[in-house]
């Protein structure tokens, strides 16, 4: 599967962004999905995943302000971005991993096998 993300921008705390990533090939449904983030300076971190179910997961900082979605019939997945922060400032990554569990999700970058090819957020103070 190959991934293109875009949507990144510069925002006001406070403000919103949703990240659009758009994947190829016919098993999208069979893929989890994920959203990690890199912060200069700092090792890419996990933000969010998606099971194959729409089971969700996120990391502790962003839950209750970030939404991932996931259209499988148009091949897509989806970060919304809600009363960001400076500290959310990142380039933002979306990755996939085959699996043939239903449930399954990976938070891990390493268990992700395709990555797009990131996505800038700036959030001004």
């Known amino acids: 599967v190959q991934l293109q993300a875009s949507g990144g921008g510069l925002v006001q705390a406070g403000g919103s962004l949703t990240l659009p990533c758009a994947a190829s090939?016919?098993?999208?449904?069979?893929?989890?999905m994920g959203w990690f983030r890199q912060a200069p300076g700092k090792e890419r971190e996990f933000v969010a995943a998606?099971?194959?179910?729409?089971?969700?997961y996120y990391r502790a900082s962003v839950k209750g302000r970030f939404i991932i979605s996931r259209n499988n019939a148009r091949n897509t997945v989806a970060l919304q971005m809600n009363s960001l922060k400076p500290e959310d400032t990142a380039v933002y990554y979306c990755a996939a991993q085959y699996t043939n569990s239903g449930d399954r999700s990976y938070i891990a970058a390493r268990d992700y096998g395709a990555w797009g090819q990131g996505t800038q957020v700036t959030v001004s103070s």
């Open positions: 998606i099971s194959r179910t729409a089971s969700t």
């Open positions: 090939g016919r098993t999208f449904s069979e893929y989890v």
